[in-house]
Nanobody
Framework: QVQLVESGGGLVQPGESLRLSCAAS????????MAWYRQTPGKEREFVAL???????AYADSVKGRFSISRDNAQKTVYLQMNSLKFEDTAVYYC??????WGQGIQVTVSS
């Protein structure tokens, strides 16, 4: 049974940072590219960042230069370091194995 479990969300002020984690089980983590998506009410889920098996990364233009995705294959965990957070980063963030498996989502709220 595949499980992707996100953690690390919360409420922060603009300009602050958060680090999200996604712990995976039930998959050969080291052989899977991993990604983060986000969704706000009334909008489609949108791509945020991806990390390949080899460690190459890709980002949405809206987060480039502020967010950083990384992975720890030994811990079967993918991270999303979010710096210089903006109001518009408020969303539910989801972990995905670049396939059919999704985490339950975790809320990130940027508010003053």
């Amino acid at each position: 049974q595949v499980q992707l479990v996100e953690s690390g969300g919360g409420l922060v002020q603009p300009g602050e940072s958060l680090r999200l984690s996604c712990a995976a089980s039930g998959i050969i983590f080291s052989a899977r590219a991993m990604a983060w998506y986000r969704q706000t009410p009334g909008k489609e889920r949108e791509f945020v960042a991806l990390i390949s098996v080899g460690g190459s990364t890709a980002y949405a233009d809206s987060v480039k230069g502020r967010f950083s995705i990384s992975r720890d294959n030994a811990q079967k965990t993918v991270y999303l370091q979010m710096n210089s957070l903006k109001f518009e980063d408020t969303a539910v963030y989801y972990c995905n194995d670049v396939g059919a498996n999704w985490g339950q989502g975790i809320q990130v709220t940027v508010s003053s």
